[in-house]
């Protein structure tokens, strides 16, 4: 019945014996499928007339749907050529950057003798562009985690002090053009986190700010602890902070801003957005009354019994 899409089954010429009679949904160019009815008695023209009309019908939605749900596919396909397209050359045009600096700077120190000053100058080019490079490579991996759902928070007990030690370190030299400010109540307690999943969080939104924010101005990050359980975190600065559709857009995937800097891929909200969700949190951008913006993190921390006593 529904590979010669004619009706068969029960008070039809075909399979007779059949408890109930089968109707072929006709779509223009093929049978989409079979509707089964189990009469107990055959129909009368009136009646049957009827059945045929509303399996037309039906037959007409549900090739309606199919042709909607391949039309949908189809865009969903070249939606994802076009992003696939786009990030290949956007990785590419990252990468070549830095290997090429490395590869230049290399060839120069190997092709002739020069002073120390300019060894030192071009030994410090090499270091950049190996910390971008590495960079790049730490968000695709990280962003691969979060895709593969395999991200598991493995937390232990952490002194915020040391977590934001260890990230303005390893950030020295982007923040040596700032005032970098540090806010943490003296009775800030231990908490129970994940610290290398915290440290990339805050890296990336330091790095971030530190990107955008005008050269001489002060970024800040402050932690607080409520008694309701939740460890906030928020990371300040004085540049010209989000338009309304930033907003909106700012933690997608490979979105970059309106007016972003040369280069980067668009990946480092969005890795802070999955990595504070895996850790069971929530993060928000908003922007100062007297300009600038604000990233708030919350996320639910247990804080260590030596702390709630003391």
């Known amino acids: 019945m529904y590979k010669n899409s004619v009706k068969a089954g029960r008070f039809t010429e075909d399979f007779p014996s059949s408890n109930g009679s089968f109707y072929p949904l006709r779509g223009r160019k093929k049978c989409l499928g079979v509707i089964g009815v189990w ?5 009368i023209p009136a009646e049957e007339q009827f ?25 969903v396909l070249s939606e994802s050529d076009k992003l696939y397209k786009t990030l290949f050359n956007s990785i590419s045009h ?3 950057i830095p290997v090429a600096a490395i590869m230049g700077a290399t060839d120069t120190l190997l092709s002739d003798r020069y002073p120390e ?32 759902g395999h991200l598991s928070p493995k937390p232990n007990w952490c002194d915020v002090n040391d977590l934001i030690n260890k990230v303005s370190g390893t950030l020295k030299q982007e923040l040596s053009q700032y005032k970098f400010i540090q806010e943490i109540p003296e009775d800030m307690p231990l908490v129970f986190i994940d610290f290398g999943l915290m440290e990339q969080v805050l890296h ?16 800040c990050v402050s932690f607080s602890y409520n008694k309701a359980g939740k460890l906030t975190v928020r990371v300040i600065d004085n540049g010209r902070g989000f338009s309304p559709t930033e907003l909106n857009l700012l933690f ?17 909200l969005s890795i802070v957005k999955g990595f504070v969700e895996a850790l069971g949190g929530t993060v928000s951008a908003g922007n100062k009354e007297d ?6 993190i919350e996320i639910p921390v247990r804080i260590s019994e030596m702390s709630e006593n003391e």
């Open 94 to 96: 990252e990468l070549r």
């Open 291 to 296: 300009g600038g913006a604000v990233i708030t």
């Open 51 to 75: 059945m045929e009309t509303l399996i037309a019908l039906i037959s007409g939605k549900v090739e309606l749907e199919s042709m909607s749900a391949m039309a949908k596919d189809a865009y």
């Open 117 to 148: 000053q300019t060894r030192k100058r071009l030994y410090s080019e090499m270091s950049q562009a190996s910390v971008r490079l590495n960079r790049l490579i730490e968000n695709l991996l990280n962003m691969s985690r979060l895709e593969s």
């Open 204 to 219: 990336n939104l330091i790095l971030n700010a530190t990107q955008y924010a005008p050269e001489g101005t002060t970024i």
């Open 39 to 43: 009469y107990a008695k055959s129909l």
């Open 252 to 268: 997608n995937k490979f979105y970059r801003g309106e007016k972003a800097f040369s280069g980067g891929t668009g990946l480092g």
